[in-house]
């Protein structure tokens, strides 16, 4: 094989690599971060003690018990208060993760088992807890909380099917693309005249991609906010986006790190030892 034809298809065989690669990392995040719940959990529990996610649970559920009980408007700031300072206990981090695992183990379980209803979620346990929570600090009304097995909707049947066939393509995209892309860029690198040059060329194209994943994140966060309806609380939805795509970011990082420092290397290596021309033709 002519170096000519090594080095052009070893170009584009570190070029489809490093396309791969956001896209790799991408689908392995939302394969084995997202869809874990014990992962997921982990990632939301931190927001408990986010002061906007805590203004907008204050806001929402103090609404509730003000509707619920028939308090009236005069009573909503005392409300909205003992809501906030209850955000700060113990027992409202508790039901937090109790309402995040009920969540995502409902939704995860309908897309994986199937089923064309909607799926639903009993949220009694966690009213259940703030209601004892509420009590025992002798607010009013506490004791008027209904606790019923109401079911709330987190996601429409007619989305369900949509959400199973790209669940599935995640799982397959989350384990075949980072290996597709390690496996384009060995046989890149190894069928190249030049080996230390394509090394280096793959290392600056993992930090390409690590630069785009970090970018396509913080431009996802910016739409997703844009695209929110006017009653939904834009700093707790925009703390929600960071925990959920921290793990994310960090990859971003590590990708454009690892790529300059492995570039870096081989260029200092090369200077250092200058490599002999293939006499191969």
Known sequence: MSTRLRNALSAALIASACLLVPFGALAAWASYALADTGRYVTAMAPLAGDPAVRDAVADTVGDGIVRETG?????????????????????FRAAWDSGNRAVHDAVLRAVREGGTGEVRVDLAPVAAEVKARLAADHVPFAHRIP???????????????????????????????????????????????????????????????????????????????????????????????????????????????????????????????????????
């Open 71 to 91: 308090a009236g408007a005069p009573l909503r700031p005392f409300v909205r208060d003992a809501v906030r300072s209850f955000t700060g206990t113990a027992a």
């Open 147 to 281: 606790v019923r097995h109401t079911e709330v909707a987190v996601l429409p049947a007619g989305e369900l099917a949509e959400l199973r066939r790209g669940f599935r393509a995640l799982e397959v995209a989350g384990f075949w693309l980072p290996v597709a892309a390690a496996g384009l860029a060995v046989a890149g690198i190894t069928v190249a005249a030049c080996r230390r040059r394509a090394l280096t060329a793959m290392s600056l194209g993992t930090a390409l991609g690590g630069a785009f994943l970090g970018l396509a994140v913080a431009l996802g966060r910016r739409l997703t906010l844009a695209d929110l309806p006017d009653d939904v609380h834009r700093p707790a939805a925009g703390a929600v986006y960071d925990a959920l795509t921290e793990t994310l970011r960090h990859v971003s990082w590590l990708l454009v790190a690892v790529g300059l420092t492995v570039a870096a290397a081989t260029w200092l290596l090369t200077r250092r030892h200058p490599s002999t021309p293939d006499p191969r033709p």
